[in-house]
């Protein structure tokens, strides 16, 4: 069988996209969608999004992690399927679209920056040495010193497998303050089980940590990913994170057709 798909990356954060309105693709094939994420041996991508249709909403997302499992949300692919759908002209320059955690608005800028509406954050754990929220993924965010050396990868699988998390695990982000409300992050996703360019729900959760903890004061916070720059803002209403959005670039890479 032939299909076509659409790669797309949002600071470096890629993804598989596939328009499947009309339910063809095999999605319960984990080592197909596996095979086609590979880098060597496939297309190459951090995961793989199915667009289809949605009865109440423009549109529903699907995400699989680059292992083929069906994941929790992911912010990058959230603001590049926005961008895919605006190819395909189903939507114009605002949406509001369903995934795994609920529904999310969002808005297409001119310089082709979209900003996502995110879920709203009612618990942050804040422990000694790091702080644990959910921003639609599972996310364990804490401060490093030398992070440009910082052996992301070993020390994040480490605290991924842990008994901390258990079966289910978690993100891991490592983060380094820069200014009042700038600061530098990287992020080991479970799933890819290595480190990623960028990670939407990390970078939501490394700014709603850093000012649950009083790094900043600032509801509008910087941060510099491995493959660029994203904008997180929020409202604080009593012990609740509201109106989050994450805002970035998503980019059209390539389309494509593959036969297996």
């Not at 912010?75 to 955690?101: H, M, P």
């Not at 401060?143 to 079966?167: C, E, F, T």
């Amino acid at each position: 069988m032939k299909f076509t798909f659409y790669k797309y990356e949002g600071t470096g954060n890629d993804f598989i996209f596939i328009d499947n309105r009309e339910n063809e693709f095999p999605k319960n094939d984990v080592r197909l969608i596996e095979k086609l994420c590979d880098r060597r041996f496939g297309i190459g991508a951090d995961g793989l999004i199915l667009l289809e249709s949605d009865t109440e909403t423009d549109f529903r997302m699907v995400y699989y992690n680059s292992d083929g499992n069906q994941s929790s949300m992911c912010g990058n692919g959230g603001r590049c399927i926005v961008a895919f759908a605006k190819s395909l002209n189903l939507i114009n320059d605002q949406t509001t679209f369903l995934a795994t955690d609920g529904l999310h608005q969002a808005f297409v800028f001119e310089n082709g920056m979209i900003s996502l509406g995110m879920k709203d954050v009612d618990e942050v754990k804040i422990q000694n040495d790091y702080v644990f929220l959910n921003t639609g993924s599972p996310h364990h965010v804490m401060l490093v010193d030398d992070l440009d050396n910082y052996d992301v990868k070993g020390i994040g699988a480490k605290i991924r497998y842990s008994d901390l998390y258990g079966k289910a695990g978690s993100n891991v982000n490592f983060v380094k303050q820069l200014s009042e409300n700038h600061f530098q992050l990287r992020t080991y996703e479970r799933g890819v089980e290595d480190e990623t360019y960028s990670c939407g729900t990390g970078a939501t959760a490394a700014a709603i940590a850093m000012h649950a903890i009083g790094k900043t004061n600032s509801n509008h916070i910087n941060l510099d990913v491995e493959g660029g720059k994203l904008e997180v803002s929020f409202k604080k209403e009593g012990n609740v994170y509201t109106h989050v959005f994450l805002k970035g670039p998503a980019t059209h890479v390539f389309k494509g057709e593959i036969e297996w």
